[in-house]
């Protein structure tokens, strides 16, 4: 000791300044405390794609809320006189075989077709994630019966018991999300329980078991958090097919029950006139793959901003 | 002294699925802890030293009941935690708590150093959010961090800060015993010596016992009262480390040392090394009678055949080994 002190002195006198011996000022970070979401934000603005997909969602959301009220024209007010005019300055995306304003229609259509995707995944998030940790973090006997479960029901063809279940309880547009939602939810389960699996058995789990926490404390704190990233990227993925789900659907004839419009409903009656009125096909299906692309892109960004090893 | 924890015969397997010929699963058992006995006396250091993959981890584990054992006893502060479930451990577990290893996935990535520190105050203490904060400012203190770190996420710090952390958080309960599962192997060596006189420095202060497993010999014996040895599962040596480091007498731990490098070429080039041929036989189909017969130099028929007890051959030194089962014949090998 007494040695490296004499060499220390030495140095110093030559070049070398002596650091100050203060422990804790050895200790302090500079970088400014940022929490996880500013750190994912951060990331996420540097894909491009993922931003372009945002603001496309941002104002698909902005037409949903505000275009009703700001469209001089109802959805549902008929006029024959003005039937099939071809987009213009008066009716911006034209009208349709009973003369409504096909610009009012495609809002409201928007705000069945989002609200769809957002209730539906939430439906199936909520449902997904509880099950899912559940499973995972009983594990053995729990876990096999409730996997199988799963297994069971995603062998019968989804079609099938949409159908089913929209027969039995009827067109409206709360049976949609609930038909959609209870019936997405299994990919999320099972992601959440491979999750779970792994986390489990993490040393800050251990930890928490050492500290005497309650099983629930473990479930919302440590394992739901930390598979926070996935679930987020799988809801946001699993909106597009919610829209696409709902418009088949309306396609189908089982959705909500006309004059209320939505984007598959549309796209559907635009078909029985695609040869003479092609532009009342062509919208509805623009927005419905703008749409879904920018949810992708959305997903595909969140995937990487939520992933903390990319910094 | 008075015996904190003391270990009977403990036993940990775990059960392999082997796929069988078309249905049914055959079970085959890797027998990660083997007949383990020892006890921790009140304000020591036990040190257990063994290769990866020889059960350090899992007695830790086991010992603090975060695996179910298979037999044998534990028996913390008088009473039987042995067969306890999760919610009668409660009342024991707010004396004991646990370092852990890997300080970078030891710690939420999600939680703050606050949290994560008060997560053991919620249940074992009975202070209120305000007290909670001004324990947290004083733990990282005692730790040697300040309190603007309170509100840092983990991913922010250096290994080292986080072991602190990890260790702030072991103490905030106020344990009695704490396992410290190579609480250090995961640092680079600059980092371990500030991070074990720290845990020296918390015991004297603060009347802690440790069970300090780790795979530096000279780490173990820099901390440690006593040290056991383990092989494959089995304790094979304890005993004082003072007496451990300078005539051990198993032949496994006569190897071990001699492979301590000694901070002097003069000396490090005089020193014989025993090197131990073959590799460590599978946990899974353990050699019978003493699990190091595959391994050793002076095994005989006895070794392969029976497995030899645990004994004290000199006080307080005991070893599971034929060569010292008649204390008269006993013999020190170099």
């Avoid at chain 1, 929490?35 to 994912?40: E, K, L, R, V």
């Avoid at chain 1, 698909?60 to 109802?74: E, K, N, R, S, T």
């Avoid at chain 1, 062998?155 to 939602?181: A, C, E, K, Q, W």
Wanted: glycine share 8%; with cysteine; aromatic share 8%.
């Amino acid at each position: 000791m007494t040695d490296s002190c004499e060499m220390m002195e030495k140095t110093e006198e030559i070049s070398f300044k002596r650091v100050s011996k203060d422990q804790k000022e050895a200790e302090k970070i500079l970088r400014p405390a940022t929490t996880f979401i500013q750190d994912a934000w951060a990331r996420f603005k540097r894909n491009k794609l993922g931003l372009v997909g945002l603001i496309i969602i941002v104002i698909m959301l902005i037409f949903a809320i505000i275009g009703p009220m700001v469209i001089p024209y109802d959805y549902r007010s008929q006029s024959l006189d003005n039937a099939f005019k071809a987009p213009g300055a008066e009716h911006l995306m034209g009208t349709d075989n009973l003369g409504r304003d096909m610009f009012v229609r495609l809002a409201y259509g928007a705000r069945i077709s989002l609200a769809c995707g957002f209730a539906a995944s939430l439906i199936s998030l909520g449902i997904g994630v509880i099950y899912g940790t559940i499973s995972g973090y009983a594990g053995g006997k729990v876990d096999e019966i409730m996997m199988r479960i799963v297994d069971i029901i995603s062998s019968i063809p989804s079609m099938l018991y949409v159908i089913l279940l929209m027969v039995v309880l009827g067109n409206s547009l709360t049976n949609v999300f609930i038909v959609i939602g209870v019936t997405g939810w299994l990919g999320m389960a099972r992601l959440v329980r491979g999750q779970v699996l792994s986390l489990k058995e993490r040393e800050f789990v251990l930890a928490a078991k050492v500290s005497n926490v309650s099983n629930w404390h473990i479930m919302l704190k440590h394992l739901i958090p930390n598979a926070f990233g996935p679930i987020i990227v799988s809801m946001t993925l699993s909106i597009p097919s919610a829209i696409f789900l709902e418009a088949s659907l309306q396609f189908l004839g089982l959705g909500i029950s006309a004059p209320m419009p939505s984007w598959g409903g549309l796209a559907q009656e635009g078909i029985s006139a695609l040869r003479s009125y092609p532009y009342l096909l062509w919208f509805p299906a623009i927005f419905i793959s703008v749409t879904i692309l920018a949810f992708n892109f959305l997903g595909d960004a969140l995937r990487d901003a939520l992933d903390p090893k990319q910094n | 002294m008075n015996t904190i924890l003391s270990v009977k015969n403990l036993k940990k397997y775990f059960p392999i699925k082997r796929e069988g010929k078309f249905f049914g699963v055959k079970h085959d058992v890797l027998k990660a802890v083997d007949d383990v006995s020892f006890d921790i006396y009140e304000g020591e250091t036990l040190g257990l030293v063994g290769e990866s993959g020889c059960g350090k981890t899992t007695l830790g584990r086991t010992i603090m009941r975060l695996y179910d054992p298979t037999g044998g006893k534990i028996i913390f502060k008088g009473d039987d935690i042995t067969e306890l479930d999760q919610k009668q451990l409660h009342p024991y577990r707010k004396d004991m708590h646990m370092i852990f290893q890997d300080p970078y996935a030891s710690l939420n990535p999600r939680m703050t150093v606050s949290e994560i520190i008060m997560e053991s105050m919620i249940n074992d203490t009975a202070l209120s959010a305000s007290q909670r904060k001004e324990k947290v400012l004083e733990l990282l203190d005692l730790v040697g961090l300040n309190s603007d770190h309170a509100t840092r996420f983990p991913h922010e710090f250096s290994g080292g800060q986080r072991q602190r952390v990890g260790i702030a958080r072991s103490l905030a309960a106020n344990p009695k015993f704490i396992v410290c599962d190579e609480p250090i192997s995961a640092l680079d060596v600059s980092i371990q010596a500030q991070v074990v006189n720290l845990l020296k420095d918390l015991q004297k202060r603060l009347g802690l016992t440790y069970l300090f497993i780790a795979h530096d010999l000279s780490m173990v014996q820099y901390i440690s009262d006593r040290v056991g040895v383990m092989y494959l599962g089995r304790m094979v040596e304890l005993a004082s480390s003072e007496e451990l480091y300078k005539s051990p007498l198993h032949p496994y731990t006569t190897a071990l040392m001699s492979a301590v490098p000694v901070p002097d070429p003069d000396k490090e080039r005089q020193k014989r090394r025993i090197i131990v041929e073959g590799e460590v036989p599978s946990p899974i189909n353990p050699p019978s009678g003493c699990a190091f017969n595959t391994r050793c130099p002076r095994a005989t028929d006895k070794c392969r055949g029976v497995a030899p007890s645990f004994t004290e051959v000199t006080p307080n030194h005991f070893v599971a080994c034929h060569l010292f089962d008649n204390e008269k014949k006993e013999e020190k090998i170099q």
